[in-house]
């Protein structure tokens, strides 16, 4: 078996989403699970969005009837959960606070 590339950001996305209290995450599931208020998201992380998005993954965003999304940052996470609103939100001298 081929072990699974990890994406370069991922370790920081991870730390982030883990420095915000009432945040859960796990990680193996192609690429994590992030739990927050008893609703799961599943992410699939890139690296940047030239990464090449696998058939499966196409497949699992058009047919998974639960929640799952392909993301290029912890920004993108924070919105999408509905964390903060805006493109630039985390406070870059202190990454697990976010901005005003």
Request: net charge positive.
């Amino acid at each position: 078996m081929r072990a699974r590339k990890i994406d370069n950001n991922q370790r920081e996305i991870v730390e982030v989403l883990r420095s915000i209290p009432g945040v859960t995450v796990s990680c193996n599931h192609d690429d994590i699970l992030v739990g927050r208020n008893g609703v799961t998201y599943w992410y699939e992380i890139k690296g940047s969005r030239s990464t090449k998005i696998q058939k499966s993954q196409v497949s699992l965003k058009n047919n998974w009837s639960g929640h799952y999304k392909i993301v290029y940052s912890v920004d993108d996470i924070l919105i999408d959960m509905g964390i903060v609103n805006g493109k630039r939100i985390r406070n870059k001298e202190h990454p697990g606070e976010l901005d005003p």
